[in-house]
């Protein structure tokens, strides 16, 4: 089934324009539902309109729908105001994508479509006649209007910050800088099942190697066999053992072999479907496999969507230290079906959240307001939406520094002494636990140091990722001597001094701020 991305809304909310920029953030074709009425009867719509009358044109304008909606696999489509007051061309949306709705005030829109009076067809009047017709059409469809579940705030002018939201409620980024590969990002529940139609439509038809870990190969990786082999495209499926101590060498040697049998060649592609350890191990093998082809991430746990299948990296361990051996190689796709959430372990779940919180404070207030509103202990599933608004903030951040010459180096916040802990305890505290450790120590570091600019930032933190079931002191019994080894291991260390990343407030990083370990310990 195709995937679409409709843009709705009464007349004057920006429809096309929206359309159209998120068309070309995204790379995709764009459809102007009214254009094209307009094109294929050779009349503007206003003559159309009035020549045949309402029933006549929404005639045409079902049509034309049904066209754009067979003209591609995916595509951004700008509907007109009244496009889905017809049952059947609403059904055929729902059915084949997902629809943002643009809420504007009235008065808003009054001042938009006055200063185009008699170009809609529905607003005929003129000066202060033509507001009538508006507010009386807003109070015939307010029900209609009403009932689109996915809004998007369109009462202001600021396009930029209208596209990003868009791309956060529709789950649906590009990430460009990362050398030549573009990374095309989906968020939802279900995706999995489009990866095979994807590979096809993007014309990747080359043998496939689908890699995942003992607890996702059944039933996602298969799924993911399935959905490629059911499009035609060959699929091999490798099972390696979970857990970040096969996070190495022989296990990458086991991808190497397996990308041997599977046949991948130049135009093949490598498929991780699993955590984050499973994401940087297949894409290290994707790198180095034929000097680099193509791979996909299909994150299944929560870390792995908002942080690790964003940005690139890939790597492998080895007995000295985490990540040392590893590559710059962007995945191509990443699809984040949200589904297979559903069975993550909550201690997992966890761990994906302290970094959610991490991408809170580094620049997005709302996003931590969000988490702090998540009922209970972090055991329950967070929504598609506030995935998407997660991943938003490193793919942001990518997008201004793709090779973390600058301000990328904020996404390390809570990493210095996290991964400091994290390795000191001998990795018996998984890495969001530690992260959360590291979190609330740097804030109490930056508010120590008199950088904090925000009174209780690192109370704040302590209190919600205790209360999400997440450790936040570093543990009394960890020896402190291995802890200030372990800080002097970091790849960021220059000149002997350790550079820290750290909140003056939320939204304001600090990074390259060098710290005495001893200091740092406190
Ligand atoms: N490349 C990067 O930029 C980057 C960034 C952050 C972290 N990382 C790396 O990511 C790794 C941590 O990732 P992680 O936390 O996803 O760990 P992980 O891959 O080990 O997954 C955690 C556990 O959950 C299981 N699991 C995964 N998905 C599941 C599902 N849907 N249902 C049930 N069980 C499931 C896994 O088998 C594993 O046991 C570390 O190796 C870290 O270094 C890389
Ligand atoms: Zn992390």
Request: aromatic share 4%.
């Amino acid at each position: 089934m195709p995937q679409h991305f409709y843009i709705y809304g009464p007349p004057g909310s920006g429809k096309s324009t929206l359309g159209q920029a998120l068309a070309g953030q995204l790379g995709l074709p764009f459809t102007d539902l009214d254009a094209a009425i307009e094109q294929a009867a050779g009349r503007p719509v206003r003559e159309l309109f009035a020549a045949e009358g309402e029933p006549a044109f929404r005639v045409r304008e079902a049509e034309q729908l049904r066209l754009a909606v067979a003209s591609a696999p995916e595509s951004v489509i700008a509907l007109g105001g009244g496009a889905l007051l017809d049952p059947a061309s609403r059904t055929l949306a729902e059915q084949s994508g997902r629809i943002l709705f643009l809420e504007t005030p009235p008065a808003v829109l009054e001042a938009r479509t006055g200063a185009q009076p008699g170009v809609r067809p529905l607003l005929t009047g003129r000066g202060h006649a033509a507001r009538t017709p508006l507010a009386e059409l807003l109070e015939r469809r307010a029900a209609h209007y009403a009932s689109f579940p996915l809004r998007l705030d369109a009462g202001h002018d600021r396009l930029e910050e209208k596209l990003a939201q868009a791309q956060i409620r529709l789950g649906a980024f590009r990430i460009r800088g990362m050398g030549r590969q573009e990374t095309d990002v989906r968020v939802g529940a279900g995706l999995l099942d489009s990866l095979g139609r994807r590979l096809r439509a993007a014309g990747w038809t080359g043998a496939s190697l689908v890699v995942a870990d003992t607890n996702t190969a059944d039933p996602y990786g298969q799924a993911a066999v399935d959905a490629i082999r059911q499009a035609g495209v060959a699929a091999t499926l490798l099972t390696i053992p979970a857990g970040e101590v096969h996070k190495r060498l022989e296990t990458l040697a086991r991808l190497w072999q397996g990308c041997l049998e599977a046949g991948i060649d130049r135009g093949g592609t490598v498929v991780a479907v699993g955590g984050g350890v499973v994401g940087d191990l297949a894409g290290f093998a994707a790198a180095t496999w034929m000097r680099g082809v193509r791979w996909i991430g299909v994150p299944t746990t929560l870390l792995a969507m908002v942080d690790s299948s964003l940005g690139g990296k890939t790597a492998i361990d080895l007995p000295a230290g985490k990540n040392l051996v590893g590559a710059f190689h962007p995945p191509a796709l990443v699809l984040a079906d949200t589904r297979t959430l559903q069975t993550l372990p909550v201690a997992e779940r966890r761990c994906g959240l302290a970094e959610a919180v991490k991408h809170g404070v580094i620049a997005d207030p709302g996003l931590l307001a969000a988490i702090e509103a998540l009922p209970g202990n972090g055991a329950a599933t967070c929504g598609d939406a506030l995935v998407a608004r997660a991943m938003a903030v490193k793919i942001a951040v990518i997008q201004q520094d793709p090779y973390e010459k600058g301000i990328r180096a904020a996404l390390n916040l809570g990493h210095t002494l996290g991964h400091a802990v994290e390795l000191a305890s001998g990795f018996t505290l998984r890495h969001g636990e530690a992260v959360a450790i590291g979190l609330v120590a740097e804030a109490r570091l930056a508010e120590r140091l008199g950088l904090a600019a925000e009174p209780g930032l690192s109370d704040r933190l302590a209190r919600l990722l205790a209360r999400l079931g997440l450790p936040v002191e570093i543990p009394p019994g960890l020896d402190r001597e291995a802890l200030r080894r372990a800080l002097l291991l970091d790849k960021k260390n220059e000149a002997g001094t350790i550079r820290f990343a750290l909140p003056i407030r939320i939204g304001e990083i600090r990074t390259r701020v060098a710290v005495d370990p001893a200091v740092a310990i406190g």
